[in-house]
């Protein structure tokens, strides 16, 4: 028989008071989102990327932030967010690996160095971030949660636009998610990956540059239309409260219309 107890509010499930979030990629696009959301949620949110003026304003906007100028290509940066998180706030509890960069081109054309450089931000920036946000938690013995922003392109092939490299890190990260969140669960640490479809962002510029892009993007998708920013808030929330997803780990939650359901 499930146990009873205390229904739970509504919104008092996915509040994050008190709790401490690092965003990467937060200087744009979705991480400038997720960093707003989970503010005001009640979280205070280092955020993280190169651009550090854009990181400023942000910080100016949103309560106990802090910006943290960082190359996440560069091995020597990697641990810059987690050392400002502890620093500024004593610890983290929540790490959204959401920096990415692509570089369409077709895989004929795809030099190694290119594929090299896109895994390092894609892939290995996540991993090494999130070992060292499990051992800040390991160190505390406190329970956490781990959001990689992959994408449909990680569950599936699509050819046009050609992009191996961004493909294969994604795909890359989807399984580092299942890996992670079987090795850490037993610790409370939980390890999950949001998997967008098609979003209008700096990445997604050329795509949406003219209407073909949008009806290229509304054929391929079961609902028929992109993705709005804020259609992503409660997948990110979900995933970052305890209280709203202690149980869930090393899932693949697709916010895409759809598309991977065709
Ligand atoms: N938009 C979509 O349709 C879509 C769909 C599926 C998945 N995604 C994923 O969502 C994430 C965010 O993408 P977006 O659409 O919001 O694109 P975006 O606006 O281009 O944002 C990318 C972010 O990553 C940061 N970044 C890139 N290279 C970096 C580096 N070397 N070091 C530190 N930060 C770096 C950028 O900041 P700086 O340039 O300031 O460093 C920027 O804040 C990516 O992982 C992307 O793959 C996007």
């Known amino acids: 028989m499930i146990e009873s107890g205390p229904a739970a509010s509504g919104e008092a499930i996915f509040r994050l008071d008190g709790k401490v979030a690092i965003v990467t990629g937060a200087s744009s696009g979705l991480g400038e989102r997720f960093?707003?959301?989970?503010?005001?949620?009640?979280?205070?949110?280092?955020?993280?990327?190169?651009?550090?003026?854009?990181?400023?304003?942000?910080?100016?906007?949103?309560?106990?932030?802090?910006?943290?100028?960082?190359?996440?290509?560069?091995?020597?940066?990697?641990?810059?967010?987690?050392?400002?998180?502890?620093?500024?706030?004593?610890?983290?509890?929540?790490?959204?690996?959401?920096?990415?960069?692509?570089?369409?081109?077709?895989?004929?054309?795809?030099?190694?160095?290119?594929?090299?450089?896109?895994?390092?931000?894609?892939?290995?920036?996540?991993?090494?971030?999130?070992?060292?946000?499990?051992?800040?938690?390991?160190?505390?013995?406190?329970?956490?949660?781990?959001?990689?922003?992959?994408s449909i392109l990680g569950i599936v092939g699509v050819g046009r636009p050609p992009q191996a490299s961004y493909t294969a890190s994604k795909g890359g990260l989807i399984n580092l998610t299942r890996e992670l969140s079987a090795q850490w669960a037993r610790y409370g640490i939980r390890v999950n990956a949001i998997a967008p479809g098609f979003f209008a962002s700096e990445m997604t510029d050329q795509l949406f540059s003219d209407e073909s892009g949008y009806r290229w993007v509304a054929r391929h998708t079961a609902s028929n239309r992109h993705g709005h920013g804020h259609e992503l808030d409660g997948a990110l929330l979900f995933l970052a409260s305890e209280a709203a997803s202690s149980y869930v780990t090393g899932a693949v939650l697709p916010v895409d219309g759809g598309w991977t359901s065709m």
């Open 35 to 150: 960093a707003r959301v989970l503010s005001a949620a009640g979280a205070r949110v280092v955020l993280v990327a190169r651009r550090l003026e854009r990181l400023e304003g942000l910080a100016a906007e949103l309560d106990g932030s802090v910006p943290v100028a960082c190359d996440l290509g560069r091995s020597e940066d990697l641990e810059l967010p987690v050392q400002a998180a502890i620093r500024s706030h004593g610890r983290v509890d929540i790490l959204v690996n959401n920096a990415g960069i692509e570089r369409s081109r077709p895989a004929l054309e795809e030099t190694e160095e290119v594929f090299r450089e896109v895994l390092g931000v894609n892939l290995v920036a996540p991993f090494v971030l999130a070992a060292a946000v499990a051992r800040d938690m390991r160190s505390r013995d406190a329970p956490g949660s781990i959001i990689n922003i992959a």
